[in-house]
């Protein structure tokens, strides 16, 4: 198992930016696909954004395409979310998530696919 902690939520304006840090340990982050996954107060856990373990492929929610940037430094042991023209509406609670893929160009976008979980960093952007 790997275990991953998520870093760089704030507070932050609208219109702002954010890079969030998802840094991995105890396996080798290499092998693993990563998400970025959020969750608002009294809303369910949703998809935000994905990569593939080799960071060839990347997906994202509708909602943040052009203004989210996911991206993943293997020899770091480190992801990324890039977070730029924020809204009010991405306020949540971001997890970063990992896990194994047989092929390097699978990118995961659902909950159950993941089986390694941060605890969480907060985002909150006024308007």
């Known amino acids: 198992q790997v275990h991953v902690v998520e870093s760089g939520g704030g507070v932050v304006q609208a219109g702002g930016s954010l890079r969030l840090s998802c840094a991995a340990s105890?396996?080798?982050?290499?092998?693993?696909?990563m998400g970025w996954f959020r969750q608002a107060p009294g809303k369910e856990r949703e998809f935000v954004a994905a990569?593939?373990?080799?960071?060839?492929?990347?997906d994202y929610a509708d909602s943040v395409k052009g203004r989210f940037t996911i991206s993943k430094d293997n020899a770091k042991d480190t992801g990324y979310l890039q977070m730029n023209s924020l809204k009010p509406e991405d306020t949540a609670v971001y997890y970063c998530?990992?896990?194994?893929?047989?092929?390097?160009?699978?990118?995961?976008?659902?909950?159950?696919?993941?089986?390694?979980w941060g605890q969480g960093t907060q985002v909150a952007v006024s308007s």
């Open positions: 998530a990992a896990a194994t893929t047989l092929r390097s160009f699978v990118v995961l976008t659902t909950v159950r696919e993941y089986d390694n």
């Open positions: 105890g396996r080798t982050f290499s092998s693993y696909s």
């Open positions: 990569i593939s373990w080799s960071g060839g492929a990347t």
